[in-house]
């Protein structure tokens, strides 16, 4: 019988289940136990370190395969879902360039607020649904405005499950779902939102290739199958 692994990407923990091919839940899995520590430097400010993740995602699917006693070459495909609104920066090298800036952070809120007024209510409802408020996109501009350094290094900016993804597949892939809750998708002409990524004067370079939300997004490499003991290539 071929087995479906879901990965649930959240602040305090990550979940795992497998699932069996006719949707029946056959085991579960969660790291921590406790929940996941998030650092907070200044009043309001929210980051944690996306390698903890990945390191969470390792422990739930060793006790996950445990339980389940199903082999990994039964696994037919991986799914995640995650925590909204965050911020994961990595260099050409792949490799993180600070902790990230997760949902419940609101340094950024003054920025969207005045992107707000400024680009317009009509305007930012008709486009993206919502105000660029503490989101993803304004996330991504006090970044430019506070840490230029880190800034001039960015690659690529993702939310917290294209980091998952990479670490997965080797790949840096977003989807529109995930952009749309970064206020970085444009539901008026269904593409990336390129009038505010040039309002905040962000390249749009830095946005990851977008594909399509429910699409194969990538295969499991070697190195990332040795790590967790599933199958290359799933």
């Known amino acids: 019988m071929p087995y479906l692994l879901g990965y649930d990407v959240g602040s305090s923990s990550i979940k795992a289940s497998l699932l069996a091919a006719d949707g029946q839940l056959v085991a579960s899995a969660t790291s921590p136990r406790t929940e996941m520590a998030i650092i907070a430097k200044q009043p309001g400010w929210a980051e944690q370190e996306p390698r903890t993740w990945w390191e969470h995602v390792k422990l739930a699917t060793a006790e996950l395969l445990a339980k389940s006693q199903v082999k990994a070459e039964e696994i037919k495909a991986i799914g995640i879902s995650y925590q909204m609104h965050g911020l994961v920066l990595v260099d050409k090298e792949k490799q993180v360039l600070r902790p990230a800036i997760i949902w419940c952070d609101s340094r950024a809120a003054g920025i969207g607020d005045r992107a707000f007024v400024e680009l317009g209510e009509e305007e930012c409802l008709s486009r993206y649904l919502n105000s660029p408020g503490n989101f993803t996109a304004s996330k991504l501009k006090w970044v430019q405005e506070n840490e230029p350094e880190i800034y001039g290094k960015i690659y690529k900016a993702m939310l917290p499950g294209d980091y998952i993804g990479m670490m997965l597949t080797g790949e840096i892939k ?11 998708w444009d539901f008026r002409e269904q593409k990336l939102a390129t009038t505010l990524l040039d309002y905040y004067g962000i390249d749009r370079n830095l946005i990851p290739e977008v594909v399509p939300t429910f699409s194969p997004q990538g295969q499991l490499t070697v190195k990332a199958a040795e790590e967790l003991g599933l199958k290359p290539g799933t």
Do not use: C, D, F, R
Request: aromatic share 0%.
């Open 174 to 184: 977003t989807t529109p779902s995930g952009l749309s809750e970064g206020i970085l």
